[in-house]
């Protein structure tokens, strides 16, 4: 159990497009998740963290209107990166938790490059 | 605030060695937990443990242990006779409080190649 599922793998977008990245729990209610970035050599880092219905909490230095994260439904959660750019470019985690039971599972990862 | 130390950015053994990656932790928290997770070059990560603050005791999965120490706020990995297919990153990750589902941060990561 605790599955999910992370789409796309892998985009590549043109500069100045927007990107959305999908999140699903397939086996569970996700009452929170988590997006984290990592750049090639580097840590996880978080970027938000969002309840079902209600808005996300974004880490500090994280431009909120550039990186839109919907979590509409407890199964659901969307990251889009708008107007994207070259720096954009990065692995991109989902992480999801359920409120009866304790522990984190990620999503594959998206790796997206902008061009 | 919450932090997670690796200070070893890569480590390099022979096949057969044993191997142990350091994970220092700083929190005010009395409660909190501690992870231990795998990424190989496919990007995925693997959880391998967590521990939680109460739990002192160590702990030993196959090839895998280890070892919590409160007294230096360490939460160290060993694998033991380590195998090619053990090369990845691992990374050490700390979540405060009581309240399920608080953010997990995580260390910088260490490097492990096991060459045959």
């Known amino acids: 159990g605790a599955v999910v599922s992370q789409h796309p793998s892998r985009v590549i977008c043109k500069s100045g497009t927007s990107v959305k990245i999908e999140c699903r729990s397939l086996?569970?209610?996700?009452?929170?998740m988590f997006w984290y970035r990592q750049f090639p050599k580097q840590s996880l880092m978080l970027m938000a963290t969002?309840?079902?219905?209600?808005?996300?909490?974004?880490e500090q230095g994280v431009e909120k209107d550039k990186f839109l994260i919907n979590h509409a439904s407890l199964t659901l959660s969307t990251l889009t990166v708008t107007s994207a750019h070259p720096e954009d470019s990065s692995f991109y985690i989902c992480?999801?938790?359920?409120?009866?039971?304790?522990?984190?599972?990620f999503g594959s990862g998206t790796r997206l490059t902008v061009v | 605030a919450q932090k997670v130390t690796q200070a070893q950015t890569e480590i390099s053994v022979v096949e057969k060695e044993d191997v142990t990656l350091d994970c220092v932790y700083e929190?005010?928290?009395?409660?909190?937990?501690l992870f231990w997770y795998k990424q190989p070059p496919s990007g995925e990560l693997v959880f391998l443990i967590r521990?939680?603050?109460?739990?002192?005791q160590n702990e030993i999965s196959g090839r895998y242990s280890w070892n919590f120490q409160k007294s230096t706020s360490s939460f160290n990995f060993t694998i033991t006779a380590s195998q090619v297919v053990d090369s990845a990153v691992y990374f050490c990750?700390?979540?405060?409080?009581?309240?399920?589902?608080?953010?997990?941060?995580f260390g910088a990561g260490t490097i492990l190649r096991v060459k045959s």
């Open positions: 992480s999801a938790r359920a409120e009866d039971r304790y522990g984190y599972t």
């Open positions: 086996d569970f209610q996700a009452t929170t």
């Open positions: 969002s309840n079902e219905g209600s808005k996300a909490t974004y």
């Open positions: 929190t005010r928290d009395t409660t909190y937990y």
């Open positions: 521990r939680n603050s109460f739990d002192e």
């Open positions: 990750a700390l979540s405060e409080g009581r309240e399920y589902g608080n953010k997990l941060v």
